[in-house]
């Protein structure tokens, strides 16, 4: 068996490029919304995943001057900050557009279409994964496994869920994108720009989540269980 360790072959690497610093107005605004972030958390610290959100609605990805935003507002160094953000693939190190297309290629989506559809999306963009096209409306990825593949083979644009997709329907949906009418997601959340999401992430805004109502494929396990009379073991003593 062959396995290939390191960053995902379409993610960025460093250095993370961009502004060294804001404009001293943009900080003012960046810090009366970070204080509310911060305000939250009984550790100032603990707000470092929101804030690097809201740096990231600023810039659309990464740069020196939202890590050094952070470093300076958390008493962090850049390093330290740089360190965590580069842990997690939300966090974007190049431009990225107004939508992020993320098609999943893990085990069940492959199998169901998932490779195929990130390859017809390549050649009806005419970009690669990790790529965004010349309008600056789509960034194309492929994404690790989002916890759907009851609905596979999953696309998500901005991490709302386009769910049993094929190469024609994602083909269409990155028309729609490009065009500026945007399907809606098949469940959860209004889809917003890649920065409005941002926004949200960094609990800035309300996503307006309509009711959260599990689907069937979802709870088809959970009827099967029950029809069989089996049920969880009862939860032990907290201690
Ligand atoms: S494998 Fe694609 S969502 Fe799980």
New binding site residues.
């Given amino acids: 068996m062959f396995l290939e360790l390191g960053q995902r072959p379409d993610e960025a690497g460093p250095p993370i490029n961009g502004p060294a610093a804001y404009p001293e107005h943009v900080t003012a605004r960046l810090t009366a919304e970070a204080e509310q972030i911060t305000a939250r958390y009984p550790d100032a610290r603990s707000a470092l995943l929101p804030l690097l959100h809201l740096v990231q609605a600023e810039d659309g990805c990464l740069t020196p001057a939202g890590i050094g935003f952070c470093a300076a507002l958390l008493d962090l160094t850049d390093a330290e900050v740089t360190a965590v953000a580069t842990f997690y693939s939300m966090y974007r190190r190049t431009p990225t557009g107004d939508y992020l297309v993320g098609v ?7 199998i169901m279409g ?1 490779d195929a559809i990130l390859d017809a999306l390549q050649e009806h963009l005419d970009i690669h994964a990790g790529e965004t096209t010349a309008d600056g409306r789509v960034t194309l990825e492929h994404i ?6 009851d ?4 696309v998500m644009v901005n991490w709302e869920f386009y769910d049993n997709q094929t190469p024609s329907s994602a083909r269409d949906l990155v028309d729609g994108l490009r065009g500026g009418t945007p399907p809606a997601p098949t469940r959860g959340a209004p889809l917003c720009t890649f920065r409005e999401t941002a926004r949200t992430l960094a609990g800035l805004t309300d996503p307006h989540t309509p009711g959260g109502v599990p689907g069937a494929a979802t709870l088809a396990g959970l009827h099967e269980a029950r029809k069989r009379g089996m049920s969880a073991p009862e939860a032990g003593p907290v201690s």
């Fill in positions: 999943c290629t893990n085990t069940l989506c492959a998932g690790e496994c989002n916890a759907a593949c609905y596979a083979p999953v």
